[in-house]
């Protein structure tokens, strides 16, 4: 199972975590369902830079509404047929 691990520190809970976990989880609701886990996590030393997300062991900071949709598709759809050939 990945994991999607958002920042909610009050810097990232400032700049947009809630919405970013809202529309992390309104996808996984729709592709990911348990293959997806969405967790909070605390502060991740980069309040400068926005709303830090962790997919698995990688960082995306600055993440925006916009950014959502994009991570989600780089991470878990375009790679859907390969995990499925696998198990």
């Given at each position: 199972?990945?994991?999607?691990?958002?920042?909610?520190?009050?810097?990232?809970?400032?700049?947009?975590?809630?919405e970013?976990?809202?529309?992390?989880?309104?996808?996984?609701?729709?592709?990911?369902?348990g293959?997806?886990?969405?967790?909070?996590?605390?502060?991740?030393?980069?309040?400068?830079?926005?709303?830090?997300?962790?997919?698995?062991?990688?960082?995306?900071?600055?993440?925006?509404?916009?950014?959502v949709?994009?991570?989600?598709?780089?991470?878990?759809?375009?790679?859907?047929?390969?995990?499925?050939?696998?198990?």
């Amino acid at each position: 199972m990945k994991t999607i691990k958002v920042c909610v520190g009050s810097s990232c809970f400032l700049r947009g975590a809630s919405e970013v976990i809202d529309l992390f989880q309104s996808l996984i609701d729709k592709h990911g369902q348990g293959k997806v886990k969405l967790a909070g996590m605390f502060c991740q030393e980069k309040c400068t830079k926005g709303v830090t997300v962790f997919v698995d062991e990688e960082i995306f900071s600055g993440v925006g509404r916009e950014d959502v949709a994009k991570i989600f598709q780089k991470k878990f759809l375009d790679n859907k047929r390969g995990e499925e050939k696998e198990e």
